[in-house]
């Protein structure tokens, strides 16, 4: 492994690198849980609705965690976030996606999707080279793992009843899209060359795949091939997005852009 790296110890290729990866993580997370915040209210129990709650939290939380690092690099949160032109952003386009209409079933899917990815992710990262990255991995992954367990023991009740036709129709919708999670970056080589993570992405993709392929089957849904399915146009990683990105953008920017604020309120919790 590379000696441990921090901000000043970084060259302008590392620089890009890291950057790329960051990004990618930030604009998940922020993403995904604007889509999550939709739902509150409006799951089937109160005990989901505040599980639901308290994942949206974290995910902004995380989300802040990974933009704070860019600002340590130079970025300010205006322009990571309310200012920069929807077309920069390189989420993956599973999380920008709105929910099937008052289909629970398309929310737990989707969570399961994106949190079995985000998990092997963050085990990724817990050797990173670069020191700031490395201090915070361990706390988000220990609430990522509550994530994924609550998302799986959901799916296993839906599956077991009459819910299980919704849960396929929303494998058959989300899959396409949850392979967008693993678009290879453009700075693949340096992020991987630099230990800024310890796998590679087309790595990340099989062992993914083979988590969630056996776990869906076993609950018997039929899973796309990964090979033949048709892949949206939109990959997300590299700019381009869904009409429904540039509606959800505009959505939780209207207030900043109306306010016409200076100093926006940070979102998240309090810096780590």
Known sequence: ????????????????ALEELLFRLADDEYVHGERLIEWQIFAPTLESDLA??????????????????L?????????????????????????????????????????????????LQLDALVETSYAPLADRVGKVLSEERYHL????SWLDRLAEGDSRDRVQDALDRLFPHALSLFAEPEHE?????????????????????????????????????????ERPSARGRDGTHTDHWDELAAEFRRTYEELEAPEPARIGRERV
Do not use: K
């Not at 492994?1 to 890009?16: I, T």
């Not at 629970?104 to 969570?111: E, G, Y």
């Not at 795949?209 to 399915?229: A, K, N, R």
């Open 1 to 16: 492994m590379p000696d441990a790296l921090n901000p000043e110890d970084l060259d302008a290729e590392q620089r890009a």
């Open 52 to 69: 639901l709650a308290n994942i949206a939290q974290d995910e902004f939380g995380h989300a802040r965690l990974w933009y704070d690092l």
């Open 71 to 119: 600002e340590e690099l130079g970025h300010t949160e205006a322009e990571l976030i309310w200012e920069r032109p929807a077309d920069e952003f390189r989420h993956a386009t599973l999380v920008e996606l709105p929910f099937a209409e008052g289909d629970w079933a398309d929310v737990v899917l989707r969570c399961y999707l994106y949190d079995a990815a985000e998990r």
């Open 149 to 152: 367990e609550n998302a799986q």
């Open 189 to 229: 080589a340096e992020i991987r060359e630099h230990g800024f993570r310890t796998m590679a992405t087309a790595d990340l993709r099989i062992e993914w795949l083979e988590t969630v392929i056996p776990y869906l089957e076993s609950l018997g849904l039929d899973v796309p091939d990964p090979d033949e399915v």
